[in-house]
DNA sequence: AAAAGGTGTCTAATTTTTAGACGTTTTGCA
DNA sequence: TGCAAAACGTCTAAAAATTAGACACCTTTT
């Protein structure tokens, strides 16, 4: 009845959309372009990232790759916490990657905590970036049906009002009526 | 139209439903038992993990606090984090908040990716340890009407096609008519 | 320039949701 | 224990939404 299929497969896609690439380190960016090109149609890379709303607003991005340390000799990675929040709050859709100059267990936690979709540790390894880049898009590119989205948030739901009908079909802002006919369908 | 009020006033409930702390030391399961007892209906205690599933499944449970370290001497944190998962599989719904006997920050990422709703650490500030409790709660509670979920959902998916209305509506299962007419009205 | 795909709009048949009602069962509490 | 309030399950008829299909008109790709 309802047709699934993946986006990529869908669109005959064979590239993984608009990247964007923000370091401050133009040889980083270099490289960065050289080798994910094969991957995405578009590599925009940014050195200041200052301008990365007004790109946003101007180019759809599939995904940015951010890096954490902007201003030499701060490694807090504060700038890089700034700019992921900022990105998250405009664009909540787009999955943020930080690139991180060491493991930073803290700096981790509240990049999760932010939103970050992924970590990548300098140096990093080719194959395993271009991976987690990948898996982070085909993960968000999961297609997922309405009913599907509405069957879940209605499980939920009467798990939270521990299976009382009635509260659940109120919290949800539909008939007790309706909410019977959905559970027999779904 | 759509009439929102938090679950906790709509029914009334001057306490927050049913607690299940876990821990392998009488002592401080008696003295949580003690501090929680105003603020939650029924506060139920567990010094041996492995019957977390058992009781779950006759009793209806709110929110789970859960310690890390169950075997004397052993402090990796291991035993908490597959407990942690276990309950997660059994029970997506139901938040876990984790106790540990010091703030172990890679524990706290691995606990985070694991679905932990929270941290509190040994020894606990009883104001902060109700505050956290509550918080989670109030926070699961947030009544989100399906109508909601159904408009972020139908943005988010628009928003990965890139405004390809005819796309987004065949990744939704729904009619392109359809999306029109919930755009219209959402 | 042709082909393919997307947009916006329409119709008519079908399905779903709604408000409201009813008697029964369960729950909370005095 | 027993009463009252709440939840359940089911029904109706009116209102609203969804559906498949069609059409002319843009864009993009080739």
Redesign the interface.
Known sequence: M???QN?RT??AMSKYGTILIVDDNAAILTAMRYLLDDTFENVLTLECPDDILKLMTQQ?IDIVLLDMNFTLGVNSGQEGLFWLRTIRKQHP?TPVVLLTAYAD??L??KG??SGAADFITKPWDNDELVRKLKDVLDM??E????????RE??R??I?????NLT?AA?????TRQTLYNKMKRL
Chains 1, 2 share one sequence.
């Open positions: 309802i047709f699934r986006l869908f669109a759809s859709e267990v803290s981790a936690v999760l905590k968000q590119n297609i997922v049906s309405l009913d599907e989205v509405e948030h209605i939920r739901t798990d939270r009002c521990h299976g509260q109120e919290l949800l802002g539909i």
